[in-house]
């Protein structure tokens, strides 16, 4: 282990998880926000390898690791995150009202396993804020995602309107849209998945979309559960195939405990989503599933447990387009994905099967 990895696992374990994860992009922000800060930040960890480069829901990624949902859910920090060297970033969930989400603590380190408990519950300050933070970023923009789910204080037969209103919020100035129907942390969200349900939810946010962006059609994408049984995870594989959905990402947090040692530490942390190492199995497992019945059809962005430059690399040949991390980033640190993205470049030219893999990627 470096002094930095040594430095950054000492300052984080003498924090709670929520104020480590506040303090640390406290200061990616502030590293990105002094003059030619980000421009120092970019110019050294940002992924310029061309091997990295991925061409997808007609957008230019940099590279193909981009920061999960759930870690910028205000877009407070794209370009520091960026600069650091995620491809993309995605943010959100944001909600159509603005919520405080679940009493704290709602996060729960298991650093034994690489792992991360939460029930974060949506806390967010709207859509609307979100929106107008994003068209305020001034200089070069990263690829953002928004990632839109359900108000919480909103019943489930006023679902389909919270999710239309949140899509109409930011349709202009999101680079692609994920509908999230996968935290377990929102009552009754995951029902949801069910293609039933889900059907007039994606066509609803579609026309939405198309609506409020006639210029521009915005990418949609869905995000599913590893917890779907293999017929459901067919089943959205079919519909998203059936509404001409750009693209799945596979995979949100667990309710599973499985690979969690400490039943004491799982009993006081309660409920929520498990994430990071012991969700990488399952993970592949779905996004597996996902390639072999939508071929080339969908963009997959695989989630969950990535950890590596070799998880990455097993991803992309899994049949994903781009990945996406967020548990590794807090256990590892601000240069991670640096780390990551060089590695995966040197493997990428290594390995020709990965390489065509990697290349194969979805609608342009
Ligand atoms: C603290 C925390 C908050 C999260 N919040 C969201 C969220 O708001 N929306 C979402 O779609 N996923 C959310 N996620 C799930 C991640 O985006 C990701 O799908 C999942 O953690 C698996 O990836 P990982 O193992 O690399 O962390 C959250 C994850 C964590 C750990």
Redesign the pocket.
Known sequence: MGVYQAVYRLALRRLP?EAA?AAGFWLIRFAAAVPFGAWVLRRFLAPRDPALRVRALGLDFPGPLGL????D?DGHGVAGLAALGFGFV?V??VTARPQPGNAKPR?FRFAAER??V?R?G?N?AGAAALAARLRAVRGPRPVVGV?I?KTKVVPGDGAVADYVTSARLVADVADYV?V?V??PNTPGLRDLQAADKLRPLLLAVRAALDEASPRRRVPLLV?IAPDLADADIDAVADLALDLGLDGI?A???TISRDGLRDSAAVADAGPG?M???P??GR?LEVLRRLHARTGDRLVLIA?????SADDARERLAAGATLL???????YEGPLWPHRVQTELAGRLRDDPDAATAHSGCGPG
């Not at 999960?68 to 870690?71: E, K, P, V, W």
Request: charged share 10%.
């Open positions: 998880p994860h999960a949902a759930g870690f859910k995605e959100g969930t996060m792992a991360l939460n974060m949506f967010n990632n789910g994920v999230n996968s935290s995000k990402i995979t949100n947090t989503g994430s990071g190492a969700l990488r993970a989630a969950g447990g990535i950890s996406q991390a967020y548990t590794a980033f807090i």
